[in-house]
């Protein structure tokens, strides 16, 4: 389990950077909001930093100097006892547990290499599964997480949702937008895709140098809602 770690831990440079790219999450005193995909990518890409392997050292060594971290602690065992602290000031308190709880009881969502069409290798489903049993209990397991996911879906209808006045934001670049509504099911239930952003941009404070794309979605988010309460 500490190969996989560590393996998913240096993928999460990359997942990270995508997930959030370009997000106006300064105002909140995020760190790292200047490394983007492109950033990663300009590295990835330049020869003169040496083989891929000198490239990949050079993005996790850029991390490490953004967070001020020393080392990655990537010790499976460690992360799990982290995991398992439910104290109010624990080191889970940013929302981790909180996460994986969700993954393992209502929607799995996991990000794993099991696809063939990522560059990524080394934690497959089974891995995250067994962290459901190893930070909540030997009850939580895959069948338990394939049971659940099922009822999730059964309970708000999966992508055959029927209600009303929910709007649906999603940003090309957001990888979760692939398990979204990204298209209209009514008038009443409008999807909002937003080419050229990421995960949640609708959500953060405006800035000037947004997207049009963007500021047309929020205009129209705010349009749906004021004519909703108004009903």
Known sequence: MDLAYFLETLAGNFMDVVQYNKDNRQFEGAIGTNITIKVLCDIMSDPSRGEPYDR????????LKTFFLKCLNVNYSSYIKEMSDTAWKGPA????RQWVYQTCTEFG??????????PFVG?????????????????????????????????????????SRIVFPNGSIDPWHALGITKDISDDLPAVFINGT??????????????????FARDHIFSLLQKWLKQ
């Open 123 to 163: 934690f497959p489903l089974p891995y995250h599964l067994q962290q459901c049993s190893d930070i909540f209990g030997a009850s939580f397991n895959a069948s338990s997480v394939a049971d659940a996911v099922q009822q999730t879906n059964e309970y708000y209808g999966s992508y055959d949702i029927r209600s």
């Open 198 to 215: 990421a995960h949640c941009a609708n959500m953060y404070p405006a800035r000037e140098e947004d997207l049009p794309q963007l500021v």
């Open 109 to 118: 969502f996991y990000q794993s290499t099991d696809s063939p069409n990522q």
């Open 56 to 63: 990949y050292a050079t993005i996790v060594n850029l991390m």
């Open 93 to 96: 308190l940013g929302g981790g």
